[in-house]
């Protein structure tokens, strides 16, 4: 078994080797070495005992901003204090000798950011601000604690008097056009797509693969348990996303 992974580990280390343009797309799995649960892990995930249209939809924000609250003051309570971990800093490392020209995350918890990715498009946003949709202010994520804190419905509000909201894609939004646009044009030109931590069900990021396959590029995927890639990628890797990025490291 040790034979094979490590094959597999040299076939995806060629790749990048091979590679002119190395680009990778994470997704909540990346995190939950840090502590962080994903979304739909059978007892850890986020929606296991929630519905997300009822509190994560762009409509539950505009009709119930106190429910809609509750659940993201909790979300920002779970995420405060996280770190990189060591898939984060071996993204950088990447990064850093060239070998990866940028990061797309399909994640809002700022860690690709905290570990030192340069080139990071956020395609789902990133809890690090929120905004009022009314006047359009902008607050950092320090202060909206504090208002959140601070008001006697823990529901964080603009000082125009309107509710903010976090600066995350909701459902029922439409991705940043900005974001969706550079991360189509990266997946466009990568030659390897390194799909990292990602169920890749999750349109319209899951089309990225795509992209890049009818592009002549290869996807590699290094996630645990099954996408809709796993049949088509160069190379599949389903150990830990940490373990199996530090060996792609110190293969190269």
């Known amino acids: 078994m040790a034979r094979a992974l490590d094959s597999r580990v040299e076939t995806l280390a060629r790749l990048v080797r091979e590679a002119g343009s190395v680009v990778a797309l994470t997704g909540a799995g990346i995190s939950v070495p840090s502590g962080i649960p994903d979304f739909r892990s059978p007892g850890t995930g986020l929606w296991e005992n929630v519905d997300p249209m009822a509190v994560a939809h762009i409509d539950a924000w505009r009709a119930d901003p106190e429910r809609f609250w509750h659940f993201y003051g909790n979300r920002f309570q779970t995420l405060e204090g996280k770190e990189p971990n060591g898939a984060h800093r071996a993204l950088v490392e990447l990064e850093r000798r060239g070998r990866l020209d940028a990061v797309v995350t399909q994640n809002i918890d ?36 504090e208002r959140l804190a601070q008001d006697p419905l823990s529901v964080p509000h603009c000082d125009c008097g309107e509710p903010l909201k976090p600066d995350v894609v909701l ?7 900005d974001a969706i646009e550079r ?3 990266l997946a466009a030109g990568a030659d390897v797509l390194l799909c990292v931590g990602t169920s890749l069900e999750v349109h319209p990021i899951a089309q990225l693969p795509g992209i890049t396959r009818g592009h002549g590029g290869a996807v590699a995927v290094v996630t645990q348990g099954p996408t809709p890639w796993d049949d088509r990628a160069a190379v599949k890797l389903d150990g830990d996303v940490v373990a199996e990025l530090e060996a792609l490291v110190a293969a190269l």
């Open 110 to 145: 700022m860690l690709h950011r905290r570990a030192g990715t340069r080139e990071l498009v956020e395609v789902h946003g990133t809890i690090e601000s929120s905004s009022c949709l009314t006047c359009g202010a902008g607050y950092p994520l320090a202060e909206v604690r």
């Open 171 to 177: 459902f029922g939004e439409w991705l940043p056009e």
């Open 183 to 185: 991360a189509y044009a």
